[in-house]
């Protein structure tokens, strides 16, 4: 049965986008059928690194929260047109399908302006799952804690939290931890990334993993590397041997370990 | 002149303890040999035949390579001397000497050593005495660099001043195993510095959670009617979509 994970971060800015399109691809690459929503109808991103633009996107979740189309016709096969860069072109066969916002500033603007409705969306993604009969729904979330957000933890079977080694962040996961917990999410799983190469990992991991007293998957370096690619490809098919891509495959691992 | 020779002879490490009539016996033999600047006592690979000291002047000890490539291994001045072994085994020199100034030095061939050490057979005790006293020297520093090799893996470096006091003790050219002592030295003093530098680097990172404002911002997003909503359809949204599969 099909399991639906969240990544989500208290704060912008901590490589949500891109860790969550490099952990659908490897969870795709090990032979899974995934898809992706991106519910960050406000700032939506994730399309970028799978290649997309306006024109090639066509309907969008947009679309089907103002009911104008059926969730289906909004998922776009990735596999079938993701030759287009050296990391995608490792993804040309995989079962992967990707639920994009739409990136019109019109749309954005009306939904921000009249919000949408939290249960078409609960009702959206329950769809997909069937439809599509997938293995993992990964949903890239809007940072901080709304009703998008509220909605889409109470509902995950896996939520990853990603966090820098800042003091902010570490405040704003507190609360996040706290309301999984009462929302009774199954599956905690802490994930670190931006750390500076000059801190200890091993005691990051170990400081992380007591305060929140829930496993951390991996601790990710800062990625430079990433951030001169620019939002063009999947790091981590792109950059296989790279340190970030080892630790998110470690990450990658701990979802596909999830009973 | 005799007794210059004698004290010149005493540089020689093998002979540094015989008997005044020993070395007045074997100071007879020693003859007198003058190098031009740039000249070359003898070359690396000739038959090694005698011992010599240094009256006057610097030489360079270098290892030659087929090319003609130099590499400088030691300068010698004064009072230093050289191929004390040649006299015992029959090896070829293992590096050339070359003047670096115009020098004077002292020659013991080995046959007249041979000779003298058969008119004398108390010398071979002697000799044989300094070879073993030397051996048995140079097997404690290798035992020596055992046991810190050992540290260094375990990450021990406490014996480095001990090394470094030891190591300024023993100046003596020929002293190999004073050397080796002092490139361990060295060799310590990178490694431990070199770490230092990464310990130093790997910063810890102290972060704290503020638990008044957690639990305040807690209750704030709790309290809503959407929340409350949400949290009683939580497990029902989960077993909804069981259902649905």
Not at chain 1, 170 to 184: E, K
Not at chain 2, 83 to 109: F, H, N, Y
Request: with cysteine; net charge negative; proline share 3%.
């Amino acid at each position: 049965m099909g399991k639906i994970v969240s990544i989500h971060s208290f704060r912008g800015g901590t490589g949500k986008s891109n860790t969550t399109a490099n952990l659908a691809s490897q969870v795709a690459l090990s032979g899974k059928r995934v898809g992706i929503v991106d519910t960050d109808i406000q700032s939506p991103g994730i399309h970028v690194l799978f290649g997309l633009d306006e024109k090639k996107m066509g309907k969008t979740l947009n679309d089907f929260l103002h009911g104008k189309c059926e969730i289906k016709d909004v998922a776009l096969s990735i596999g079938e047109f993701a030759a287009d860069s050296e990391g995608r072109a490792k993804l040309v066969g995989t079962n992967l399908w990707l639920i994009p916002s739409s990136i019109r500033g019109r749309e954005i603007s009306d939904v921000l302006r009249n919000g949408y409705d939290v249960n078409r969306l609960n009702e959206g993604l329950q769809t997909l799952l069937k439809v599509l009969d997938l293995d993992y729904l990964f949903i890239d979330t809007h940072p901080g804690l709304n009703e998008e957000t509220l909605l889409s933890i109470a509902i995950s079977d896996v939520l990853i939290l990603i966090l820098r080694p800042d003091q902010q962040d570490f405040q704003g996961t507190a609360v996040t931890v706290d309301i999984a917990r009462s929302l009774d999410v199954p599956n905690l799983i802490l994930v670190v990334n931006k750390a500076l190469t000059r801190y200890d990992f091993d005691d990051i991991r170990r400081q992380v993993h007591e305060k929140f007293n829930a496993p951390v998957a991996g601790v990710m370096p800062l990625n430079e590397d990433l951030a001169d690619m620019g939002s063009i490809d999947i790091f981590s098919l792109r950059y296989p041997d790279h340190p970030w891509s080892k630790a998110l495959r470690g990450v990658a691992e701990a979802i596909l370990a999830v009973k | 002149m005799p007794d210059e020779m004698i004290l010149s002879l005493k540089k020689a490490s093998l002979f540094r303890d015989l008997p005044e009539t020993l070395l007045a016996a074997l100071a007879e033999k020693v003859t007198t040999e003058r190098l031009e600047p740039g000249q070359a006592l003898f070359r690396k690979g000739d038959a090694g035949d005698a011992l010599y000291v240094i009256d006057s002047g610097r030489v360079k000890i270098v290892s030659e390579n087929a090319k003609g490539g130099q590499l400088v291994l030691n300068e010698c001045g004064p009072g230093d001397a050289f191929g004390d072994m040649s006299l015992i085994d029959l090896e070829p020199r293992s590096a050339s000497v070359i003047a670096i100034t115009a020098a004077e030095l002292l020659q013991l061939k080995r046959d007249d050593f041979l000779e003298v050490l058969e008119a004398e057979p108390s010398l071979a005790l002697d000799i044989m005495r300094r070879f073993s006293a030397r051996l048995r020297y140079n097997t404690t520093y290798i035992e020596k660099a055992i046991a810190w090799s050992q540290r260094i893996a375990e990450g021990d470096y406490s014996f480095a001043d001990q090394i470094k006091a030891e190591s300024e003790d023993a100046v003596s050219n020929e002293d190999k195993a004073s050397q080796l002592l002092s490139a361990f030295f060295q060799l310590v003093q990178g490694v431990k510095g070199r770490e230092d530098d990464l310990k130093q680097q790997l910063q810890k990172l102290t972060l704290e959670i503020d638990e008044v404002r957690r639990k305040q911002e807690f209750e704030e997003l709790t309290s809503t009617d959407f929340y409350a909503n949400l949290k009683a359809q939580a497990a029902k949204l989960r077993q909804q979509r069981l259902d649905n599969q």
